[in-house]
């Protein structure tokens, strides 16, 4: 069995502030600079040698990041200086389960005070356990950035699929087809010029919000939808299939000023947050989804201080609608594709869920890791 410790934070590591850096002052690198809300951009210079450790100071508190070589901790964060003899990965792992966030000292803008931060009680292992456990949790995560990774890839080759015949009209047979005037520029002779909402079925009535006390009374297994991301599980569902949700207020664009999508097969719920649609006979859902992925909607956008995709504004946005013999072939060729991005999802998820509980077991001692052969572990992985 290993030997546990009770300590204060302080005594396990040193916190320090980090380094004002703006992007401008910048020249373009392979070495991350690493802000409250993680990699913010990149620069040639790093500040510090890894592995490092870091936490949100100013603005997003209690968010850890970890960089395994160099990089430089900015201004708004707080950086490990010391680890006094600690796994540098396990005290990553450690941080992820410290109330860091309720910390906030701060009046208008949060701040996490580096002096209240050592204060906060923990119980640690000796370094071999440390090491033992941060193995596992890496390996964990590694499994989880290599799916997210292959997600990545199966849906740029998706987009590419769609580029090439819906932007560039040069699909299956495009060779003997003509083009035409329409109110989208020319297009192959036969599609047609729509919008989204004479192509999709909209579900927005069937939404039903839970509060989050309603969500705590009732925990289940199915998921609980918000504008951009799964928010909990609960014992009930109001959708069964496949469909698109289109983050309808808060954070509805990403930084390019396209729309948030989930795309979500199963049994779900989903909050008043985003508007749920499936395409029609003429359009699929992932011929929609793929379309909204490059459509800049920011331009349908209302709202200053809350920003909000309405149902007219989504209605409006402009598609094309090929002909039924081209959806066909799409379809065919790139719904394989997409099936494996949702299953490589699911899996991810699960790999999330694993990781999370298994953090919390691991980091408070509830697990004996003492015999664990961690070479067998990573040799699985690889």
């Given amino acids: 069995m290993s030997e546990w410790r009770e300590a204060t934070l302080g005594e396990v590591i040193q916190f320090q502030r980090g380094f004002d850096l703006t992007e401008k002052e910048v020249a373009p690198g392979p070495y991350p600079v690493i ?33 395994p070589g160099p990089y430089w901790p900015h201004d708004t964060t707080l950086w490990v200086r010391d680890f006094k003899c600690n796994d540098p990965r396990f005290v990553y792992y450690l941080l992820q389960t ?27 292992p000796d370094p071999p356990t440390q090491v033992r456990i941060a193995g596992i949790l890496g390996t964990l995560d590694d499994l989880i950035e290599n799916n997210r990774r292959r997600i990545a890839l199966l849906e740029q080759m998706a987009q590419a699929i769609y580029r090439e015949w819906f932007v560039h009209f040069r699909y299956l047979g495009y060779e003997d087809d003509t083009l035409v005037d329409s109110a989208l520029g020319p297009i192959p002779d036969g599609w047609v010029a729509s919008e989204v909402g004479n192509e999709t079925l909209n579900f927005d009535r069937l939404r039903k919000p839970l509060s989050r006390r309603e969500r705590s009374d009732r925990p289940g297994p199915f998921p609980y939808y918000g504008a951009a991301r799964v928010i909990d599980s609960i014992d009930g ?46 359009v699929t859902t992932t011929f929609l989804e793929l379309m909204l992925r490059r459509y800049p909607i920011v331009g349908h956008v209302t709202g200053a201080a809350q920003p909000k995709v309405t149902q007219a504004n989504l209605n409006r946005i402009p598609t094309l609608v090929p002909t039924p013999d081209v959806m066909t072939a799409f379809s065919n060729l790139v719904e394989p594709i997409i099936d494996i991005r949702m299953i490589l999802g699911e899996v991810a998820c699960l790999l999330e869920k694993t990781r999370d509980s298994l953090l919390q077991k691991l980091v408070a001692g509830e697990i004996d890791v003492s015999d664990l052969d961690l070479n067998a572990l990573e040799e699985s992985n690889a």
Avoid: C, M
């Fill in 98 to 124: 410290l109330p860091l966030a309720s910390l906030d000292g701060g009046a208008a803008n949060p701040t996490l005070n580096r002096n209240h931060a050592h204060l906060l009680r923990t119980r640690v």
């Fill in 237 to 282: 569902y109001l959708f069964d299939g496949d469909y698109l949700l289109v983050a309808e207020d808060g954070s509805v664009v990403t930084s390019d000023g396209f729309p948030i999508l989930q795309r979500v097969r199963g049994q779900f719920w989903v909050s008043n947050h985003a508007h749920v649609l499936q395409g029609t006979g003429r």
């Fill in 35 to 67: 802000s409250s809300s993680g990699i913010s951009y990149l620069t040639s210079t790093p500040k510090l040698d890894g592995p490092g450790v870091v936490t949100g100071r100013k603005g997003v508190l209690g968010r850890v990041h970890f960089s």
